[in-house]
């Protein structure tokens, strides 16, 4: 298409990684801000993405024109070993892998199977959580997140000890690529540090799956975990490609439940720490919703504030923080030309503070998630799990099991977190807080 509108304003965006070398995420805060919602280009050396915050801009690239914006090019390459080509990837191959993986994220779905991942929840919560001992917030997030969902999902066909080695293996492969997502110019030939530890966790993650797609493929079972049906709908295609496909969506999958749930429920605790005001009134709600019984769905429709910091928790710390994408054709948005080639990186992160669409936007407020409360909001200034036909398919997962988790232990125990200072997100492909972040569970009836 022709295109005749005004150049777009650039923003010096290496000068401010260089204020920012420990927390890079706040140069990017500091870009959008200068921006103000506008579409700007970031001037990172030989590299220049278009920044797309304004719902509006959004909205078309992820909804009215999405075919034009995949998720290819620099950003996603150093990836690539990682999430392969199935349900994290665009075109047929992304439509093929969702027809298969739909079905278990269902809203239907994932309530039938809700009594039961409460019942993991409380079992998982009573074998790991050892009373005023410090902790890794992360580490034991993981350790009830990941077993949960690998004995919804997968069933037998993971073990404790191949969870043993899936979760350090995810936490580095997230990680290990941090820098490149800020310096994605920088050849793959040219070493940066991360790349070798990034390598060892792709080799440790298909160590774990591959056998267990050959065990799958031998036996023939017809079982309803995701490794049957993903070899059911697969049985044709055999041979490394088939098996890699499988194996794509295995690792997408385990990654979508599991990696980005952790993450948004490490945030918890220093959020809770640090406004002891709204603590009080998540205690007090599920101290009189839940008392001193076993959590379970019953209680999720009273759980009305906890959803609500929930929500809040998701427009500050929505874990996708950053989806990039490269236009296949000359476009238009919000008066910006953009031609073919061009990268655009879209942020939830970002758009969730802008000042012209939320009052007060840096300040954790639940009570913009009160009933009726997102009158009037623009449909894309809150899109935690993305948008368009890209949507996380594990919405609906997560806003079942976060309530469970954090109710589940919250009945029993007070947390308090050992940090100094201000929790910052660290530079990762989803959006962590510090690591190290430590805390300790105290039973309620000797908290202070």
Same mark, same amino acid.
């Given at each position: %298409?022709?295109?005749?509108?005004?150049?777009?304003?650039?923003?010096?965006?290496?000068?401010?990684?260089?204020?920012?070398?420990?927390? =890079?995420? *706040?140069?990017?805060?500091?870009?959008?801000?200068?921006?103000?919602?506008?579409?700007?280009?970031?001037?990172?050396?030989?590299?220049?993405?278009?920044?797309?915050?304004?719902?509006?801009?959004?909205?078309?690239?992820?909804?009215?024109?999405? &075919?034009?914006?995949?998720?290819?090019?620099?950003?996603?390459?150093?990836?690539?070993?990682?999430?392969?080509?199935?349900?994290?990837?665009?075109?047929?191959?992304?439509?093929?892998?969702?027809?298969?993986?739909?079905?278990?994220?269902?809203?239907?779905?994932?309530?039938?199977?809700?009594?039961? !991942?409460?019942?993991?929840?409380?079992?998982?919560?009573?074998?790991?959580?050892? &009373?005023?001992?410090?902790?890794? $917030?992360?580490?034991?997030?993981?350790?009830?997140?990941?077993?949960?969902?690998?004995?919804?999902?997968?069933?037998?066909?993971?073990?404790?000890?191949?969870?043993?080695?899936?979760?350090?293996?995810?936490?580095?492969?997230?990680?290990?690529?941090?820098?490149?997502?800020?310096?994605?110019?920088?050849?793959?030939?040219? =070493?940066? &540090?991360?790349?070798?530890?990034?390598?060892? +966790?792709?080799?440790?993650?298909?160590?774990?799956?591959?056998?267990? $797609?050959?065990?799958?493929?031998?036996?023939?079972?017809?079982?309803?975990?995701?490794?049957?049906?993903?070899?059911?709908?697969?049985?044709?295609?055999?041979?490394?490609?088939?098996?890699?496909?499988?194996?794509?969506?295995?690792?997408? %999958?385990?990654?979508?439940?599991?990696?980005?749930?952790?993450?948004?429920?490490?945030?918890?605790?220093?959020?809770?720490?640090?406004?002891?005001? $709204?603590? +009080?009134?998540?205690?007090?709600?599920?101290?009189?919703?839940?008392?001193?019984?076993?959590?379970?769905?019953?209680?999720?429709?009273?759980?009305?504030?906890?959803? %609500?910091?929930?929500?809040?928790?998701?427009?500050?710390?929505? =874990?996708?923080?950053?989806? =990039?994408?490269?236009?296949?054709?000359?476009?238009?948005?919000?008066?910006?030309?953009?031609?073919?080639?061009?990268?655009? %990186?879209? *942020?939830?992160?970002?758009?969730?503070?802008?000042?012209?669409?939320?009052?007060?936007?840096?300040?954790?407020?639940?009570?913009?998630?009160?009933?009726?409360?997102?009158?009037?909001?623009?449909?894309?200034?809150?899109? &935690?799990?993305?948008?368009?036909?890209?949507?996380?398919?594990?919405?609906?997962?997560? !806003? !079942?099991?976060?309530?469970?988790?954090? +109710?589940?232990?919250?009945?029993?125990?007070?947390?308090?977190?050992?940090?100094?200072?201000?929790?910052?997100?660290?530079?990762?492909?989803?959006?962590?807080?510090?690591?190290?972040?430590? !805390?300790?569970?105290?039973?309620?009836?000797? +908290?202070?």
């Amino acid at each position: %298409m022709a295109i005749n509108a005004a150049p777009v304003r650039t923003v010096p965006f290496l000068r401010k990684l260089t204020r920012h070398p420990r927390v =890079p995420v *706040s140069a990017l805060e500091e870009a959008s801000g200068q921006a103000g919602g506008e579409l700007v280009r970031l001037a990172m050396g030989p590299f220049r993405p278009f920044l797309v915050t304004h719902p509006d801009h959004v909205q078309h690239v992820l909804r009215q024109n999405q &075919p034009n914006y995949v998720r290819q090019g620099m950003f996603w390459e150093p990836l690539g070993p990682l999430i392969g080509n199935g349900i994290l990837s665009d075109g047929d191959t992304w439509a093929e892998s969702r027809s298969i993986l739909q079905p278990l994220f269902t809203a239907k779905y994932v309530n039938s199977l809700a009594e039961r !991942m409460a019942e993991i929840i409380t079992e998982l919560i009573d074998e790991t959580v050892v &009373p005023e001992r410090p902790f890794d $917030i992360a580490r034991g997030v993981s350790a009830i997140v990941h077993p949960t969902i690998v004995r919804l999902f997968f069933g037998s066909k993971i073990s404790i000890a191949d969870i043993n080695r899936l979760v350090p293996a995810y936490d580095v492969a997230v990680t290990a690529k941090s820098l490149r997502l800020v310096l994605p110019f920088v050849s793959e030939r040219v =070493p940066l &540090p991360g790349d070798l530890a990034f390598r060892r +966790a792709i080799k440790a993650i298909d160590e774990v799956v591959y056998p267990r $797609i050959t065990e799958a493929r031998a036996q023939r079972q017809e079982g309803e975990d995701v490794v049957s049906r993903l070899c059911r709908a697969r049985h044709d295609d055999t041979g490394p490609s088939g098996d890699r496909r499988i194996r794509d969506d295995l690792v997408a %999958m385990h990654g979508a439940s599991t990696e980005t749930s952790a993450t948004a429920l490490t945030w918890v605790w220093p959020v809770l720490a640090g406004h002891p005001e $709204i603590a +009080a009134k998540v205690y007090e709600e599920v101290d009189r919703v839940v008392g001193d019984d076993p959590v379970s769905t019953a209680h999720l429709p009273h759980l009305t504030y906890l959803r %609500m910091f929930v929500n809040e928790l998701l427009r500050l710390y929505p =874990p996708g923080w950053i989806l =990039p994408r490269l236009a296949l054709e000359d476009d238009e948005v919000g008066g910006v030309p953009i031609p073919a080639g061009s990268t655009v %990186m879209l *942020s939830p992160y970002l758009t969730h503070r802008l000042e012209r669409f939320w009052e007060r936007p840096l300040e954790f407020d639940p009570e913009r998630f009160a009933p009726g409360a997102e009158r009037g909001r623009h449909r894309y200034a809150y899109w &935690p799990f993305g948008a368009g036909p890209h949507v996380c398919l594990g919405q609906h997962l997560f !806003m !079942m099991e976060a309530p469970l988790l954090i +109710a589940g232990i919250l009945r029993k125990y007070r947390p308090v977190v050992h940090a100094r200072g201000q929790v910052r997100p660290r530079l990762a492909s989803s959006l962590r807080p510090s690591a190290g972040l430590r !805390m300790t569970l105290v039973p309620k009836d000797r +908290a202070a």
